[in-house]
């Protein structure tokens, strides 16, 4: 599938590609997330990290009336998002919602270092207390960054390893999972200590994992187990946060080390299974995007 992910089919073997994977606890309005997220990108971008994940709704909160949201007042943070990326030449992927022809959309936003929004992935497989606010989205996930390919899912979404396994045959060998953990207060306590499936997503898939979640109080008696965390393509977990305070983990990763090689075996057997993804790989790749250059248009960035 080398036509999907051109840039990344032989990777150099020395090649270190520097992430940073942000831990919250959401405060009460946007322009104080907004303020959390400057920081944290600033601290990371002077750690050196080529690219910084941000927990999912990071500039709104996830315990918050969507009902009440402004498309204004979210144009006003992502164009302030994309400003920063710019002013710290640091690619910054950022939970957000997002509107789109009326629709409110639960996604993660990637911006370049220009500034420019260069990926849009809308969660597709909503929960319950998502569907009171948020459409579905209908595409994969597949970007670069700095020619690497990487894909993502938003926090319920672990749980359905399709979408991994399908940005993985089509050439993603980063994975970035933002969450924004909504449990009672005993059921966020069980969830800690890194016991997620996380590490067999990242070797089922042969990929790295970068997961930024949430921690603490989340509002209406709601909790967040933290555990934000770095893995190992072998399932290793190269970094992981407590589950009390804010943290910005950063991680060199090796990417000869992210092969997908189990994902690129899906492409050759069984024969007959393989036949369909090869056939329709392509189309998903082209579907996503669409929507891409769509979202594009609204945050251009600085010319490079």
Known sequence: ?????????????????????????????????????????????????????FPECATTGYAMDFGNLKPSAVDQALNAISQLAADLRVQLLVGSPVFRSGRLYNALLVFNRSGRLVHAYAKCQLTQSDRQWFSAGEDISLFELDGIPASTFICHERRYPELPRISAMAGARIVFHPNAGMDSLAVSRKKRGGRDGMAVRAFENAVYYVFANSVGPQGQGKWSAGDSKIVHPSGKVLRIANNQDEATLIADLKMADATGRYALESLEHPRWLAAQWKSILPKLVRKARRTDALFGKRFPGRPA
């Open 1 to 53: 599938m080398q036509d999907l992910a051109p840039n990344i089919s032989n990777p150099e073997s020395t090649r270190v590609f520097r992430v940073g994977a942000v831990q919250m606890i959401f405060a009460e309005s946007m322009a104080a997330n907004l303020g959390k997220i400057e920081r944290a990108a600033t601290a990371a971008a002077r750690k050196g990290a080529d690219a910084v994940l």
